[in-house]
């Protein structure tokens, strides 16, 4: 999977870095959530991490011949990913990937699901063409990430980005993704999944 990455030499990231860091210090109380979600990324970028804007990727990657994305996203311990388009009742807030189940329980609600951005990635209403976009709710199983590829932190805490095959087929080349800032991430790791880990999961998926 190739996507346009955002590009910073490392030095040019020190030299951010350093005057956000200074500016912090003589007046912190002129600092912001933004800034420092800036600095965390500009922490990556001095690394020499890539960094990716998850809503112009997928925006880029446009619709295949269904009308549908051609990449999802998903929380990376998730096993399903929902798209839903709000093309005929909703256009503006109903263009989202959401978690298997459409959120989560609540102990003040009960039995009453809740979406939120905990398990809702909503897109900018001008990411597709409307007149191609299709109004179908479908699912796509998320990627198998690698034993050696898995953070040591829990997974709830990244993200999946990969070619989404709208039917119950395991994708096979993914990203793993840090969020940073809004739909600013660090891509992590990528790798393509083998055919022997392709049967497990599709072995794993039939039980």
């Known amino acids: 999977m190739n996507c346009d990455t955002i590009t910073m030499s490392q030095d040019e990231a020190e030299e951010r870095l350093e005057s956000y860091l200074k500016a912090m210090n003589r007046n912190p109380k002129q600092v912001t959530d933004l800034d ?11 690394k020499g991490g890539r960094l990716l804007d998850v809503n112009q990727a997928i925006a880029a990657g446009g619709l295949n011949r269904a009308g549908l994305p051609r990449l999802a996203i998903a929380r990376a311990h998730v096993k399903m ?35 939120d951005s905990r398990t809702l990635w909503e897109l900018p209403g001008n990411s597709f063409d409307r007149e191609l976009l299709s109004n179908k709710r479908v699912q796509a199983l998320t990627p198998l990430i690698p034993l050696p590829l898995r953070p040591k932190s829990q997974l709830k805490n990244y993200f999946v980005l990969w070619e989404a095959n709208w039917h119950p ?39």
């Open 169 to 207: 087929a395991p994708p096979t080349d993914p990203y793993l993704l840090r969020p940073l800032a809004g739909a600013l991430m660090e891509i992590v790791a990528e790798w393509d999944v083998s055919p022997l880990e392709l049967a497990a999961v599709n072995a794993a998926a039939a039980r």
């Open 36 to 46: 420092l979600e800036i600095i965390k990324a500009l922490q990556v970028a001095k």
């Open 81 to 115: 990913t929902t798209w839903r388009s709000g093309r005929n009742w909703d256009w503006r807030s109903n263009r989202s990937f959401s978690d298997e189940g459409g959120g989560y329980y609540d102990w003040r609600t009960r039995n009453q699901r809740i979406s």
